[in-house]
Structures are given as C-alpha cells and as structure tokens.
C-alpha cells in the first residue's frame, strides 16, 4: 500500500471523487494517509488535471483527495517538514 502525505496548505477529504462532494475531513499540510487506490482517469478542476485518490486516515477514516493537494513520494521516516 502506498503511503501519501499533504503537500499544500490544506486539503479536503471527500465523501466521492466529485468537487461538490461532502467534505469529511480537513488535513494540514505534513498529514500523512494510506493511499488505497486512485480514479483511472485524470479529471480536469479548473486548469488542473489529476488523480482523485481513495484514503485511509490514520483514525480510520476513508475519504477521497484530489491529487493536486498530495504527494505520493514514498514516505521513509516522516513527511517532510512545511
């Protein structure tokens, strides 16, 4: 399983790979998650154009991020430092 961290001020985790989705969770930049599969194809927001990734929370929580808020970088120790 790969592991992600967030790499922008904030991110919101989702209810579904959709923008008008519920938000379940706010995370911080550092947060750190279990990345348990992302969408087949890229989905423009705006003049973006990413993944949505299926999280788990360390608390368990399971929620959808667009990748632009995220890295996907293999994780050694800890995530790096804002």
């Known amino acids: ?11 919101n985790v989702r209810m579904d790979p959709i923008p008008i989705a519920s938000v ?18 890229k989905v423009a927001i705006g003049s973006h154009r990413d993944h949505w990734y299926l999280v788990r929370l360390e608390n368990g929580i399971e929620g959808w991020i667009y990748g632009i808020s995220i890295s996907t970088k293999k994780i050694v120790d800890s995530p790096p430092k804002p």
């Open 24 to 41: 379940s969770v706010i995370l911080d930049r550092g947060d750190t998650f279990k990345i348990l599969k992302k969408t087949q194809k």
């Open 1 to 11: 399983m790969k592991k992600g961290w967030v790499s922008s001020s904030r991110a």
